[in-house]
């Protein structure tokens, strides 16, 4: 059965579970900004009520002030936050393309086009285009990437990546 309460002094930390990872707690703020999908998602706490799975979400709903969902197990054991937490692997860039490229986003059709025809990982041409700048990737995650119509760009800082390579090699 899934509850749900904004009484969040009622929720244990498990010692055993993670510190709270602030850039996640951002991310997930902002995720539950954009659309809440909290009761989607509710979080897992034992019998005494300690969360044994989700302690980001709860904080993020603490912090605006919404409603958390939550289900209780009596069986869980503080064993389980490991199984419960490693299987959770972040998108890469990778999924993202994958992602918006099936949505028929074009920009990220040409994207994945691109890497196929020159043999490059997507990551690579992303990390070219964005210069690195955090911001880039964000909206390259909000699906807002732009495929340059000058591909100049990528060919000049392919070539003298290739040209470094060389150097290095040799």
Request: charged share 25%.
């Given at each position: 059965?899934?509850?749900?309460?904004?009484?969040?002094?009622?929720?244990?930390?498990?010692?055993?579970?993670?510190?709270?990872?602030?850039?996640?707690?951002?991310?997930?703020?902002?995720?539950?900004?954009?659309?809440?999908?909290?009761?989607?998602?509710?979080?897992?706490?034992?019998?005494?009520?300690?969360?044994?799975?989700?302690?980001?979400?709860?904080?993020?709903?603490?912090?605006?002030?919404?409603?958390?969902?939550?289900?209780?197990?009596?069986?869980?054991?503080?064993?389980?936050?490991?199984?419960?937490?490693?299987?959770?692997?972040?998108?890469?860039?990778?999924?993202?393309?994958?992602f918006y490229a099936n949505q028929n986003n074009i920009e990220y059709i040409k994207l994945q086009e691109y890497s196929k025809q020159n043999k490059l990982p997507i990551q690579f041409i992303v990390k070219i285009l964005a210069n690195s700048h955090g911001k880039a990737f964000m909206r390259f995650?909000?699906?807002?990437?732009?495929?340059?119509?000058?591909?100049?760009?990528?060919?000049?800082?392919?070539?003298?990546?290739?040209?470094?390579?060389?150097?290095?090699?040799?």
């Amino acid at each position: 059965m899934i509850h749900k309460t904004t009484e969040y002094k009622i929720f244990k930390k498990n010692q055993c579970n993670r510190e709270i990872n602030t850039p996640n707690l951002i991310k997930i703020k902002n995720s539950i900004v954009a659309k809440n999908l909290l009761y989607l998602r509710p979080i897992i706490v034992n019998k005494n009520m300690e969360i044994m799975d989700g302690q980001h979400r709860l904080e993020a709903a603490r912090i605006l002030e919404l409603p958390i969902f939550y289900q209780v197990n009596e069986e869980i054991e503080t064993e389980d936050i490991v199984l419960l937490n490693d299987n959770q692997r972040g998108w890469k860039l990778d999924d993202y393309t994958n992602f918006y490229a099936n949505q028929n986003n074009i920009e990220y059709i040409k994207l994945q086009e691109y890497s196929k025809q020159n043999k490059l990982p997507i990551q690579f041409i992303v990390k070219i285009l964005a210069n690195s700048h955090g911001k880039a990737f964000m909206r390259f995650r909000r699906g807002e990437f732009k495929f340059p119509t000058d591909i100049s760009v990528l060919k000049n800082n392919f070539f003298g990546l290739n040209e470094i390579t060389k150097i290095i090699n040799e």
